[in-house]
């Protein structure tokens, strides 16, 4: 197979991994108090959180879409809102006066990791990012070659993200860093989405509308 029609897919989930969220933070707070050892376990948690959130997602689609074949239109629309959605959530965290990092401390390997493992089992943000990949980008779900190969790289990705933030973090200066690029960012994020949203919606809802 041509992994590169996957490509897109795989630039917006990492999109996701890198914008800071409840597992982004669980882990630089690691990295900072525990060091990056033991935050390299938060990253390994949420490799295989993803593992499984992937498994579950994705062949789920793909049965809903074999019994429902017509409803990849009204999905793009369900991935428009999302979209908007999480534009609205990152323009909100940009305006935010001062984001705080805190520290955990004197955390062990096994306590960072289940910890984190549980933050992404219960992370909202999470599902409505794979409610939002299926949405989009539908092709993934259209063979088991597919679903298969982005399983395991959406995996090695989460993996890899949260690996660069357990490493980088590792350093107090980074936490400097950080602060100063966190507004900026979510408001760059929040104007691609609510561009890519928009775009979305005024191409697929009259299509929608008419052959309804």
């Not at 991935?79 to 990092?101: A, V, W």
Request: some cysteine; hydrophobic content about 55%.
């Amino acid at each position: 197979m041509d992994f590169l029609i996957l490509l897109p897919a795989l630039g917006f989930f990492l999109l996701n991994v890198f914008v800071p969220g409840p597992n982004v933070l669980n882990t630089i707070a690691t990295s900072i108090g525990s060091g990056y050892r033991t935050s390299l376990a938060c990253a390994s948690a949420c490799g295989l959180g993803i593992l499984l959130w992937a498994t579950a997602a994705l062949f789920g689609a793909a049965a809903f879409f074999q019994r429902f074949p017509l409803a990849n239109q009204s999905l793009i629309i369900i991935g428009s809102i999302l979209l908007l959605y999480f534009s609205y959530r990152y323009f909100k965290r940009s305006f935010e006066k001062k984001h705080e990092i805190v520290s955990i401390k004197d955390q062990s390997f096994r306590s960072a990791f289940w910890q984190a493992f549980l933050i992404m089992m219960t992370n909202p943000k999470v599902l409505t990012t794979w409610l939002t990949v299926i949405s989009l980008f539908p092709l993934i779900t259209e063979s088991l070659i597919n679903i298969s190969a982005f399983i395991i790289l959406s995996a090695l990705a989460s993996f890899c993200g949260h690996a660069i933030f357990a490493i980088f973090f590792s350093s107090k200066k980074a936490a400097i860093v950080y602060l100063f690029l966190y507004r900026p960012l979510n408001a760059f994020v929040g104007i691609g989405f609510c561009i890519y949203g928009l775009n979305l919606l005024v191409n697929t809802l009259p299509h929608l509308i008419f052959y309804g």
